[in-house]
């Protein structure tokens, strides 16, 4: 079977606050997960992320509140959606605003909000090789 693709980002305001959400599909998990998701066909996974964030947390290219969107890399491993295991290629950017933005939940996403880098530990650990070459986290 061919592994996901998905997309997703590493959000972050110039405090060094990050965006976390968290879904309703699986409300027991603690951790944080970082807001976006599959690419549909046809799709970069730089569109795919766009939209995902504007899906999950109406977050669209907030113009000059934006700072740099980098492309980090991309990262085969396994992820367990709704307690089923899917070998997965997850595509990351990181995203740096220069001012706030408003988080609104969807749907699917139960809460999405700014949290302390140091609640990402865990949910950033999968991306340690990724993240080797940023500077402030």
């Not at 046809?42 to 569109?47: L, N």
């Not at 491993?77 to 990351?92: C, D, M, Q």
């Not at 140091?118 to 090789?129: I, N, R, S, V």
Request: glycine fraction near 8%; proline fraction near 6%.
């Amino acid at each position: 079977m061919k592994p996901r693709q998905r997309a997703k980002a590493l959000i972050t305001r110039r405090d060094g606050m990050h965006v976390g959400v968290r879904g309703w599909l699986e409300p027991w998990r603690r951790r944080w997960s970082l807001p976006g998701g599959g690419l549909e066909q046809g799709e970069t996974p730089e569109e795919a992320l766009w939209r995902e964030l504007e899906e999950e947390i109406a977050f669209t290219c907030p113009g000059d509140n934006l700072h740099t969107t980098t492309y980090l890399g991309a990262h085969t491993h396994w992820v367990f959606y709704i307690g089923l295991p899917y070998k997965t290629v997850t595509h990351l950017f990181r995203i740096e605003l220069r001012g706030d933005i408003t988080l609104s939940p969807s749907r699917e996403i139960r809460v999405a909000q700014w949290v302390h880098p140091d609640a990402f530990t865990e949910t950033l650990a999968e991306y340690t090789e990724l993240l080797k070459g940023i500077q402030k986290m």
